[in-house]
Nanobody, 122 residues
Framework: QVQLVESGGGLVQAGGSLKLSCAAS????????MGWYRQAPGKQRELVAA???????LYADSVKGRFTISRDNAKNTVYLQMNSLKPEDTAVYYC????????????????WGQGTQVTVSS
């Protein structure tokens, strides 16, 4: 069993920044790859970024150069630094684990967090 708890969402103006956190607890020893997804109203959930335990990462084209995924393995926490935010980044952001990366594809794991709302005003 794995528990994922996101935090750090909020309301920000366009061009601003937010940093999301996802703390993992439970049977965490098997988690290598963790991912961030988002879901805007009326849209499907989409991958934003994923990161491996050794520093590897991949990003959706829409966030490349603006978002950065990082992790603190000692704290079992993965972060999503979001800069230059746009109104279209408005969504509920979810943490996922334990995933897998093959090539440029991320394969989500079983566990999801409860989500944290990010709202970007224009």
């Amino acid at each position: 069993q794995v528990q994922l708890v996101e935090s750090g969402g909020g309301l920000v103006q366009a061009g601003g920044s937010l940093k999301l956190s996802c703390a993992a607890s439970g049977s965490i020893f098997s988690i290598i790859v963790m991912g961030w997804y988002r879901q805007a109203p009326g849209k499907q959930r989409e991958l934003v970024a994923a990161g491996t335990g050794d520093g590897g990462s991949l990003y959706a084209d829409s966030v490349k150069g603006r978002f950065t995924i990082s992790r603190d393995n000692a704290k079992n926490t993965v972060y999503l630094q979001m800069n230059s935010l746009k109104p279209e980044d408005t969504a509920v952001y979810y943490c996922n684990a334990p995933g897998g990366i093959l090539g440029r594809n991320y394969y989500p794991g079983t566990y999801w967090g409860q989500g944290t709302q990010v709202t970007v005003s224009s």
